[in-house]
């Protein structure tokens, strides 16, 4: 049972756009930074998104990031079936001292 | 380009000690503005952290390892490890090392923030 609450999966068709949720508390999502990863099958994953909102440098602007309050989202506009892959959200909990990862979600596209 | 290799056994026994070594190239380890950590995952599962280190030997360890655990910086040949004792069928898994950046808590504290360079990973697997 994961920390941090993502739907287990979500579907969309091709140059359509998604979301991705990220449910937390107070002590994690609700009081520090949160970042997204991007895993394809096999490979290691891939910080798409830091600090909330933030791209790292050669992250495509379809890929966005939001918090409010205890929640957050990561949006994909005009997507590919290059994007199917595993996404997790992390953040640090205050209360447990740890980095805490979502349970993450599986987009099909 | 920073580069990120993890190297170690492959297959360890139960009750005994897995010890993976990741080494950085094409930037250096001493930096006061990154942590150094390791992440695990098991198989079809989420990613889990296990902890992190900065240059200077400071360590944050997630507490459900901490008593078997021991991550450690050797700068001179710009690498750092990891030692997880006792260990168990449950430790099985993909083990990366990762870089992470820094950001200050509200109790004025630097811990770390999103791990931005990841190795390939490298896959443990306990068992007789």
């Known amino acids: 049972q994961s920390v941090l609450t993502q739907p287990p999966s979500v579907s969309a068709a091709p140059g359509q756009r998604v979301t991705i949720s990220c449910s937390g508390s107070?002590?994690?999502?609700?009081?520090?930074?949160v970042s997204w990863y991007q895993q394809l099958p096999g490979t290691a994953p891939k910080l798409l998104i830091y600090d909330n909102n933030k791209r790292p440098s050669g992250i495509p602007d379809r890929f966005s990031g939001s918090k409010s309050g205890t929640s957050a989202t990561l949006g994909i506009t005009g997507l590919q079936t290059g994007d199917e892959a595993d996404y997790y959200c992390g953040t640090w909990d205050t209360s447990l001292s740890v980095v805490v990862f979502g349970g993450g979600t599986k987009l099909t596209v | 380009q920073l580069r990120l290799q993890e190297s170690g056994p492959g297959l360890v026994k139960p009750s005994e000690t897995l010890s993976l070594t990741c080494t950085v190239s094409?930037?250096?380890?001493?930096?006061?503005?990154?942590?150094w950590g390791w992440i695990r995952q098991p198989p079809g599962k989420g990613p889990e952290w296990i902890g992190s280190i900065s240059y200077r030997g400071n360590t944050f360890y997630n507490p459900s390892l901490k008593s078997r655990l021991t991550v450690s910086v050797d700068t001179s040949n710009n690498q750092f490890s990891l030692r997880l004792s006792s260990v168990t069928a449950a430790d099985t898994a993909v083990y990366y090392c990762a870089r992470s950046g820094k950001f200050v808590s509200r109790s004025l504290e630097w811990l770390p923030d999103s791990f931005d360079y990841w190795g390939q990973g490298t896959l443990v697997t306990v068992s007789s």
């Open positions: 094409g930037g250096s380890i001493s930096s006061s503005s990154y942590y």
């Open positions: 107070s002590s994690n999502i609700g009081s520090n930074y």
